[in-house]
Every structure is written in structure tokens, then in C-alpha cells.
């Protein structure tokens, strides 16, 4: 792929991503890795989430690679994220804290993707700031070129009078997003003309089904989209979603986020003010913050934030000014490179082992 040797290990995929079957996609998925030809590679990079999976991976590497520079991208602190979503009971919690935290204090470097993380990840689990590095995520998603919003509107069955709302990405616990079907249940006992729509899939999709079966609501459910679709609908909103379950305020950075600078389009983020999520919006000036679990505010914040067009404006400007510096593709491509040069050149290995 664009010149890169890419394996695909089949593995099971859960049709309902919940904790038991998605921690049985991450033990067999770790262990079709470990079960294969290696070769002599000079760093080995995990991700984690999957974190079993990366788990998996390092006791491989440990058994047959010690020597080979060992890196843990961090996307989301598992451990943090069963405490703050309420999963799983403290016997759970404990485990994948303790696995959580071998895995990170065995790698060579621990690549963190917020300033907040490589924090928790110092003060949590001991690990020295020299060995974490802070490499922020960038868009998949080509330039996006103008659109015919209307068209997309119109395909969509959205009024031009509509205040559209759109959340992208995973229906998880996390997301906490039977408050935003609630926000549409509350606008259709207001009159008010504000749509709000799931773009996407996950474990709580048919939960959240039901919800908007049960009563009259604005909020719809799209499937997830391809990249075209979704630039263009992204881009056909007036204003864009990232809610959160209330108590989620360290355990990771919607990725969602990226995307959405991207587009132009002011934030409404339904979220905790002290978390990581609300400092990202408040430093790109790309949005309003309300707060988490309340569909009033959810409600009352798009309503307020769409009556402004010329702040929506500076906002989706801002954005797409954070996404073009900050996020910016070629940085973060450069940095792991750096990074990568340095733990395998000689000087690097000394340093490592």
C-alpha cells in the first residue's frame, strides 16, 4: 500500500462491539500477531486501544525481539476509561490498570496524543517525561472541496430551515448519546426546527434505535458514510457534535474532532469543562462548551450557537486554522519519524538498552 509491505491478519470482529466481545477481537487478534514471521525489524510500534492486543505483542517481543526499540502509541487510557465510564467492576478496573501499566513502563518511548496524556501517563504510571512524546492526530480526510449543501441537504430530507446537528463516529458507552436523542425529543415538544443526527455505528446503536422509536424526536441515525459522504456532510451541517458521557474528562481525544476542524463548521461540544475534549475545543476557538448529560443544554446550546451566523463563522475559520497548523499531517509524520530515528540509530539503541 503507497509502497508500505501491509499484512492483514484475520481476526474475530465483533457485530456488537461490546466489553466481552471486544476484548475477545483484541486476545485474537494479539495472538494471530505473535504467531507470525517477524523477520528483523528494526522498532516495533503498537497502538493501544487495541491494548490486549498490544499486550500480546510485547510479550512476543520480549520473548524473541528484546533488544528491538519498543514503541506504545497511546490513543486512550483503558484503565481510566472503565472508571470513568462506570464499566466493569474494581476487580476489572484493577487488572487492566495493572496491565495497562507494565505495558507502557516496558516500551522504549510511549507516544501520547494530548499534552494531558503524556501528564497522566507521567504522574499514573511513573513513567519519566524523557521516554513520552506528545504526537497529535491528524485527519484522514483529504482538503475538502466546496460542496452543494443544499443537494446534500435535500438528500438527506433536511429542511433548508433546519438547524442540523451532526455527531460522527462510535455509538459507545462513552459517548453517552441517548442525551442527544433526548435534546431531540426535547425539541420536538419546543417546536423547535433543530435536527440532530448519528452518523455512524456501535455497540449502543440499537439501544439508541429503540430510544428514538419510543417517542416523537428530531434525532435521526445515518450509516456510516464513505469519505466522500462524509466531507460533504460534515461540511452540509450547521454545526457539529462531539458529546460525552458525564465523568469522561481525561481517558482520550475524540478523534472526531480532527475532522470536524477540518470542515469549517462551528463545535458544540456536550462535554466536561475541565476535560481534555473542552480544552481542545476552547484552544482551537473552534466552538461553545455546554455541559455533559443535560439535553437542555445540548438543545439550548445549538439553538443559541446557530442564532449567531457570523460567530459560526470565526469559529469553523478557527478551526480549520488549528487543524492546518497544529494538527497538521506533515508535523506529526516528521515527529514519529524523528522519534523512530533516534531509538534505532546506535546512539538511539544505547540510550534504549
Known amino acids: 500500500m503507497d509502497g ?9 470482529v465483533p457485530r456488537r462491539p461490546t466489553l466481552v466481545p ?9 495472538l494471530r500477531q505473535a504467531f507470525v514471521r517477524w523477520g528483523q525489524p528494526s522498532a ?3 497502538a493501544s486501544p487495541a491494548l490486549l492486543s498490544s499486550a500480546i505483542v510485547r510479550l512476543r517481543a520480549l520473548a524473541t525481539h528484546r533488544e528491538t526499540p ?12 472503565v472508571v470513568e465510564t462506570g464499566q466493569g467492576g474494581g476487580i476489572a478496573a484493577r487488572a487492566l490498570r495493572a496491565l495497562e501499566a507494565w505495558l507502557l ?3 522504549s518511548t510511549v507516544v501520547v496524543i494530548h499534552d494531558r496524556f503524556a501528564d ?25 472541496p466546496p460542496v452543494d449543501v443544499a443537494a446534500v441537504r435535500r438528500a438527506h430530507g433536511w429542511s433548508d430551515d433546519d438547524v442540523v446537528v451532526v455527531h460522527t463516529g462510535n455509538m459507545g458507552v462513552k459517548q453517552g448519546l441517548q442525551h442527544v436523542v433526548d435534546a431531540g425529543r426535547l425539541a420536538h415538544e419546543r417546536g423547535e426546527r433543530v435536527r440532530f443526527v448519528l452518523v455512524g455505528n456501535g455497540a449502543q446503536r440499537d439501544e439508541l434505535q429503540q430510544r428514538i422509536d419510543e417517542h416523537p424526536t428530531t434525532t435521526q441515525i445515518l450509516p456510516p458514510l464513505d469519505d466522500k459522504a462524509f466531507a460533504e456532510t460534515l461540511q452540509s451541517a450547521d454545526i457539529l457534535l462531539v458529546n460525552e458521557l458525564p465523568g469522561v474528562a481525561e481517558m482520550a481525544v475524540p478523534s472526531k474532532l480532527t475532522s470536524y476542524f477540518a470542515s469549517g463548521r462551528p463545535v458544540l461540544a456536550a462535554t466536561d469543562a475541565t476535560g481534555i475534549t473542552a480544552q481542545e475545543v476552547t484552544a482551537a476557538g473552534a466552538g461553545v462548551v455546554v455541559a455533559a448529560g443535560s439535553a437542555e443544554a445540548i438543545l439550548d446550546g445549538a439553538i443559541l450557537l446557530a442564532a449567531d451566523r457570523d460567530e459560526c463563522r470565526r469559529f469553523g475559520a478557527s478551526g480549520k486554522r488549528y487543524k492546518e497548523t497544529v494538527l497538521e499531517e506533515t508535523n506529526a509524520i516528521d515527529r514519529f519519524c524523528s522519534l523512530l530515528d533516534n531509538l534505532t540509530s546506535p546512539v538511539g539503541a544505547e540510550r534504549v538498552h
Open 4 to 12: 508500505v509491505v501491509v499484512d492483514r491478519l484475520l481476526h474475530f
Open 22 to 30: 471486544r476484548a475477545l477481537a483484541e486476545v485474537t487478534f494479539g
Open 120 to 144: 497522566r501517563v507521567h504522574h499514573d504510571f511513573a513513567i519519566p517525561r524523557e521516554r513520552i512524546v506528545v504526537v497529535r492526530n491528524w485527519t484522514h480526510l483529504p482538503p475538502m
Open 44 to 46: 516495533i510500534v503498537a
Open 70 to 81: 519498543f514503541v506504545v502509541w497511546v490513543q486512550d487510557l483503558y484503565g481510566l476509561g
Open 105 to 107: 513502563r516496558s516500551a
